[in-house]
């Protein structure tokens, strides 16, 4: 069996094992993603920036589950804002609209949460030319 594939086989074992693990691995991931967009501050929008942290922490939440991705959320937002929001190396939000984006993301996550949780409604169907009674 080739090495590589032997790598990978005991770093999916290591990380099936418990929560606490993934949750490790996947905070860990995102501040090495962190540190390497750090040099790119200044000749790439911090919306790209964002966006990059974003599908680190979607890639979290597919492959290490719902408990990991939200730590590596944490981290995300903790470095973005330390790194690239500006006044930068502060954990300070100075531009209102960044403070009203992040509001009205979270608004619609919880929203899109409970979309997704609540059980369908029925809804009536037309069977042939008759209309429907209510």
Not at 10 to 18: D, G, P, T
Not at 33 to 59: C, M, S, W
Not at 76 to 85: C, V
Request: hydrophobic share 50%.
């Amino acid at each position: 069996m080739p090495q590589s594939i032997m790598i990978f086989s005991s770093i999916q074992s290591f990380l099936s094992k418990s929560v606490m693990r993934r949750t490790l691995a996947s905070s860990i991931c995102l501040a090495l993603l962190v540190l390497l967009l750090a040099p790119l501050e200044g000749r790439v929008n911090t919306t790209t920036i964002g966006f990059a942290l974003l599908l680190g922490v979607l890639f979290t939440a597919i492959h290490m589950g719902s408990r990991p991705a939200l730590a590596a959320s944490v981290v995300a937002m903790l470095g973005y804002n330390f790194f690239f929001l500006p006044p930068i190396l502060t954990l300070t939000i100075t531009d209102p609209q960044n403070w009203v984006c992040g509001c009205l993301r979270q608004l619609k996550m919880r929203r899109c949460n409970l979309e997704i949780l609540a059980p369908p409604a029925a809804k009536p169907v037309a069977l042939g030319p008759f209309p429907l009674l209510s």
